[in-house]
């Protein structure tokens, strides 16, 4: 037998791995710098807002100073501390503030044990940060693009609001439709969106070359040195440049450390920087161009075709965070800081790819209420800054801290790192707390009701599981008394799945079963669901069994570990057992599920203050399902009852 080599097979696989490479970067494209892309329409218009409460002048150098400062902050926070260094921070290739969280809760040092927790909470602040982005981002960003409008047709300037409120709508009714199949063309898109402003930017440039030397940092520095009074201000709004930064980190479990990277170095970095300079020029060449510097810097007969782009990259960049905020809302309820949620898959291929009801209507709520009531982008701009810096501060310290405890990375290293990188992050805090009475206000007041409603529910989760598991008793102690003849409970055929929280007590539907109704089934499986500080767990490692003391008894114990990014599937996991691993064969066509419903009655023991026993009540009654949630069949599902005082 002879064998042919093909000489061109090491082509066609280069070939074929450069274009999975190219898929991957361009998917990138349509999904993580959404946010970040859009940012050129409404940065330099709000930084020279003749109405801002400390207006910047337009004079030369305050232009070259405040575009240098512009392009140094996005090469400061978005290239060195997202791109190059927090990146490299991932929980299983997921990133994001919750998967830095994680991180910080697998460290087990004594000392450093307790650091890591505050800091965690710090993250969960950080996180609830996040939730004002997600409510704020859609708001903002298609308000800016809409107001072009206003540039091509002044006439229409009333109808801005109620474009922007339908367009919103849309946005969040698709929703439950996935965005696997609208996902094909964002990134498509958003190519033609960052080609299309890069031109514009180049096109600006033209007119005033001179801008390019605001590339250099002395002109940020001495904007910064010798005009602080107006400089400092200004920070406020030349954080909304960065805006964004955080999908980069989120999305990375989606597309990949390298194909963000490149992406943001190739195309997005660029167009965005051609882009603001191009304004910049533009402003030098006449002050009046303030008004909207982005969609003036394209000729008259392509403003109209540049709002509609522009609001097709809203709604991308909105899109982005919606999904984004989905994803918080799931690891959060994974990680116990938030109820059990209902959540649905919306792509088969696309891991990660969820809807969250819930989330979905609260958003689209809040996105509306904060649309009407500032009516402008430019008035949102000190609420969108406030978000962005107290996430990306949170984030740069937890990092920081990963580095040393984790990586032992030298302090005096850490250190060398954090003084710049943090002192940027809190002079942009402290510039946007000037703006607290203008708007900022509000994502701190978003972020502190998040962050009161997560941690509530954390504590009122431990006080509640101590409390049914000392009603529950001993797990092992009741089946011996099944084993040994004391209990009255005779045996019936079938199978029962009783679900529990863990192996060391007994489920109360099991026991309300065997003391009340006297009975026990044939075969008995008791199941806990684990959720491990990883996204998702091999389904080689998905099944743990305790025969708890008897082998011949027909009762187990089964733990299912799932990680945090998936949702539980009781049964599809019990088909993975075999009849040797559970004492005889389960017969799950026909197996009935026993749930233990809890209902919590706010009590006299001082566990918690009572406005937050009345909070914990309440927020539970956002609970999903249980019977949908772990993939029950519904009519096979028994509910036993029962209370428990907070």
Same mark, same amino acid.
């Given at each position: 037998?002879?064998t042919t080599?093909?000489p061109?097979?090491?082509?066609q696989?280069?070939?074929?791995?450069?274009?999975?490479?190219?898929?991957?970067?361009?998917?990138?494209?349509?999904?993580?710098?959404?946010?970040?892309?859009t940012?050129?329409?409404?940065t330099?218009?709000?930084?020279?807002?003749?109405?801002?409460?400390?207006?910047?002048p337009?004079?030369?150098d305050?232009?070259?100073?405040?575009v240098?400062?512009?392009?140094?902050?996005?090469?400061?926070?978005?290239?060195?501390?997202?791109?190059?260094l927090?990146?490299?921070a991932?929980n299983d290739?997921?990133?994001?503030?919750?998967?830095l969280?994680?991180?910080?809760?697998r460290?087990?040092?004594?000392?450093?044990?307790?650091?890591?927790?505050?800091?965690?909470?710090?993250?969960i602040?950080?996180?609830?940060?996040?939730?004002?982005?997600?409510?704020?981002?859609?708001?903002?960003?298609?308000?800016?693009?809409v107001?072009?409008?206003?540039?091509?047709?002044?006439?229409?300037?009333?109808w801005?609001?109620?474009?922007?409120?339908?367009?919103?709508?849309?946005?969040?009714?698709?929703?439950?439709?996935?965005?696997?199949a609208?996902?094909?063309?964002?990134?498509?898109v958003?190519?033609?969106?960052?080609?299309?402003i890069?031109?514009?930017?180049?096109?600006?440039?033209?007119?005033n070359?001179d801008?390019l030397?605001?590339?250099?940092?002395?002109?940020?520095?001495?904007?910064?040195a010798g005009?602080?009074?107006?400089?400092?201000?200004?920070l406020?709004?030349?954080v909304?440049?960065?805006?964004?930064a955080?999908?980069?980190?989120?999305?990375?479990g989606?597309?990949?450390?390298?194909?963000?990277?490149?992406?943001?170095?190739?195309?997005?970095?660029?167009?965005?920087?051609?882009?603001y300079?191009?304004?910049?020029?533009?402003?030098?060449?006449?002050?009046?161009?303030?008004?909207?510097?982005?969609?003036?810097?394209? =000729?008259?007969?392509?403003?109209?075709?540049l709002?509609?782009?522009a609001t097709a990259?809203t709604?991308i960049?909105?899109?982005?965070?919606?999904?984004?905020?989905?994803?918080?809302a799931?690891?959060?309820?994974?990680?116990?800081?938030?109820?059990?949620?209902?959540?649905a898959?919306?792509?088969?291929?696309?891991?990660?790819?969820?809807?969250?009801?819930?989330?979905?209507?609260?958003?689209?709520?809040s996105?509306?209420?904060?649309?009407?009531a500032?009516?402008s982008?430019?008035a949102?701009?000190?609420a969108?800054?406030?978000?962005?810096?107290?996430?990306?501060?949170?984030?740069?310290?937890?990092?920081?801290?990963?580095?040393?405890a984790?990586?032992?990375t =030298?302090?005096?290293?850490?250190?060398l790192?954090?003084?710049?990188?943090?002192?940027?992050?809190?002079l942009f805090?402290?510039?946007n707390?000037?703006?607290?009475?203008h708007g900022?206000w509000?994502?701190?007041?978003?972020?502190?009701?998040?962050?009161?409603?997560?941690?509530?529910?954390?504590?009122?989760r431990?006080?509640v599981?101590?409390?049914?598991?000392?009603?529950?008793?001993?797990?092992?102690?009741?089946?011996d008394?099944?084993?040994?003849?004391?209990?009255?409970?005779i045996?019936?055929p079938?199978?029962?799945?009783?679900?529990?929280?863990?192996?060391?007590?007994?489920?109360?539907?099991?026991?309300?079963?065997?003391?009340?109704?006297?009975?026990?089934?044939?075969?008995?499986?008791?199941?806990?669901?684990?959720?491990?500080?990883?996204?998702?767990?091999?389904?080689d490692h998905?099944?743990?069994v305790?025969?708890?003391?008897?082998?011949?008894?027909?009762?187990?114990?089964?733990t299912?570990?799932?990680?945090y990014m998936?949702?539980?599937d009781?049964?599809?996991?019990l088909?993975?057992?075999?009849?040797?691993q559970?004492?005889g064969?389960?017969d799950?066509?026909?197996a009935?599920?026993f749930?233990?419903?809890?209902?919590l009655? =706010?009590?006299?023991s001082?566990?918690?203050?009572a406005?937050?026993?009345?909070?914990?009540?309440?927020?539970s009654?956002?609970?999903?399902d249980?019977?949908?949630?772990?993939?029950? =069949?519904?009519?096979?599902?028994?509910?036993?009852?029962?209370?428990i005082?907070?």
């Amino acid at each position: 037998m002879t064998t042919t080599d093909d000489p061109s097979a090491p082509h066609q696989h280069t070939a074929v791995r450069d274009t999975a490479k190219l898929a991957v970067v361009v998917g990138a494209l349509g999904v993580v710098f959404g946010d970040i892309g859009t940012s050129p329409i409404y940065t330099l218009q709000t930084v020279f807002n003749p109405a801002d409460p400390h207006p910047v002048p337009v004079s030369r150098d305050n232009v070259f100073g405040v575009v240098s400062l512009i392009f140094w902050s996005v090469m400061i926070i978005v290239t060195v501390t997202y791109v190059l260094l927090a990146m490299r921070a991932d929980n299983d290739g997921e990133g994001g503030i919750m998967a830095l969280i994680t991180l910080l809760r697998r460290l087990t040092a004594p000392g450093g044990r307790r650091t890591a927790m505050a800091l965690a909470a710090l993250g969960i602040f950080g996180a609830s940060l996040f939730f004002g982005d997600s409510m704020i981002t859609p708001a903002i960003s298609v308000l800016s693009a809409v107001e072009g409008l206003k540039v091509v047709q002044p006439s229409l300037e009333p109808w801005i609001v109620p474009i922007t409120a339908v367009i919103i709508i849309g946005l969040f009714l698709v929703q439950k439709r996935g965005t696997a199949a609208v996902g094909r063309v964002f990134g498509p898109v958003m190519i033609a969106w960052f080609v299309v402003i890069g031109g514009c930017g180049i096109a600006g440039i033209t007119r005033n070359p001179d801008i390019l030397l605001a590339l250099s940092p002395t002109y940020a520095i001495g904007f910064l040195a010798g005009h602080f009074g107006i400089a400092f201000f200004a920070l406020a709004a030349i954080v909304l440049a960065v805006t964004g930064a955080e999908a980069l980190y989120a999305d990375m479990g989606h597309f990949g450390r390298r194909a963000i990277t490149r992406g943001w170095l190739v195309l997005v970095l660029p167009a965005c920087v051609l882009s603001y300079l191009g304004q910049g020029a533009l402003i030098l060449d006449d002050s009046a161009n303030i008004s909207a510097p982005f969609f003036l810097l394209a =000729p008259e007969w392509a403003r109209l075709p540049l709002v509609l782009l522009a609001t097709a990259a809203t709604v991308i960049a909105s899109q982005a965070v919606i999904t984004g905020a989905y994803s918080v809302a799931s690891q959060a309820a994974q990680l116990g800081y938030l109820p059990r949620l209902r959540i649905a898959h919306t792509s088969e291929s696309a891991i990660g790819q969820i809807y969250v009801p819930w989330i979905n209507w609260l958003l689209l709520v809040s996105v509306l209420t904060l649309v009407f009531a500032f009516r402008s982008s430019a008035a949102l701009a000190y609420a969108f800054g406030m978000a962005v810096t107290g996430t990306i501060t949170i984030t740069t310290v937890l990092f920081l801290y990963v580095a040393h405890a984790k990586w032992r990375t =030298p302090l005096w290293v850490v250190l060398l790192g954090a003084i710049p990188l943090v002192g940027v992050d809190l002079l942009f805090v402290a510039a946007n707390l000037t703006k607290l009475v203008h708007g900022a206000w509000l994502p701190l007041l978003i972020a502190l009701t998040a962050f009161t409603i997560m941690t509530t529910w954390e504590k009122g989760r431990e006080i509640v599981t101590a409390a049914r598991e000392k009603r529950e008793g001993s797990l092992r102690e009741f089946v011996d008394t099944l084993q040994n003849g004391e209990s009255e409970a005779i045996t019936v055929p079938g199978t029962a799945v009783f679900l529990n929280r863990g192996s060391e007590t007994a489920p109360l539907a099991m026991r309300a079963n065997a003391e009340h109704n006297h009975v026990r089934h044939k075969q008995i499986v008791i199941l806990s669901i684990q959720t491990e500080p990883v996204p998702r767990v091999p389904e080689d490692h998905r099944i743990t069994v305790d025969h708890l003391g008897y082998g011949d008894d027909g009762i187990v114990h089964v733990t299912a570990s799932y990680g945090y990014m998936e949702n539980p599937d009781v049964p599809r996991a019990l088909a993975q057992l075999d009849p040797e691993q559970t004492e005889g064969a389960l017969d799950l066509a026909h197996a009935s599920y026993f749930l233990s419903k809890i209902e919590l009655l =706010p009590g006299d023991s001082p566990t918690m203050a009572a406005w937050r026993k009345r909070l914990f009540i309440a927020t539970s009654h956002i609970t999903a399902d249980a019977a949908e949630y772990f993939g029950l =069949p519904r009519e096979r599902t028994v509910i036993m009852g029962s209370h428990i005082e907070v």
